[in-house]
């Protein structure tokens, strides 16, 4: 059974950086597309970003294109999402999911796509 499990959430002001890992454990990492969701109270859970077992692919909501960037090291099983210039409205519980399968290209951006989903870590933007 593959666990993924995120850290690295917490407070920052407006324009700040965070960097969210995501480790995964129980499978074969360097198979999985991988992808990052948000859901902020009240609200559905929308796509973030995705990238490609490979690495040689990523894909980005339209919100955080040129803002936010996915990242894996295979090596270490973890993807990471960096986030610069970051505003009150990314403000979410970060979630990371893995995809069983998908070729050296494929990223996901719909969550019935992924298979494996963490728990999550909050990220808080004060303005």
């Known amino acids: 059974q593959v666990q993924l499990v995120e850290s690295g959430g917490g407070l920052v002001q407006a324009g700040g950086s965070l960097r969210i890992s995501c480790a995964a454990s129980?499978?074969?990492?360097?198979?999985?597309?991988m992808g990052w969701f948000r859901q902020a109270p009240g609200k559905e859970r929308e796509f973030v970003a995705a990238?490609?077992?490979?690495?040689?692919?990523?894909y980005y909501a339209a919100s955080v294109k040129g803002r936010f960037t996915i990242s894996r090291d295979n090596a270490k099983n973890t993807v990471y999402l960096q986030m610069n210039s970051l505003k009150p409205e990314d403000t979410a519980a970060y979630y990371c999911a893995a995809a069983r399968s998908g070729g050296y290209y494929y990223t996901a951006q719909y969550g019935f796509q992924y298979d494996y989903w963490g728990q999550g870590t909050q990220v808080t933007v004060s303005s």
């Open positions: 990238i490609s077992w490979s690495g040689g692919s990523t």
């Open positions: 129980g499978g074969t990492f360097s198979n999985y597309p």
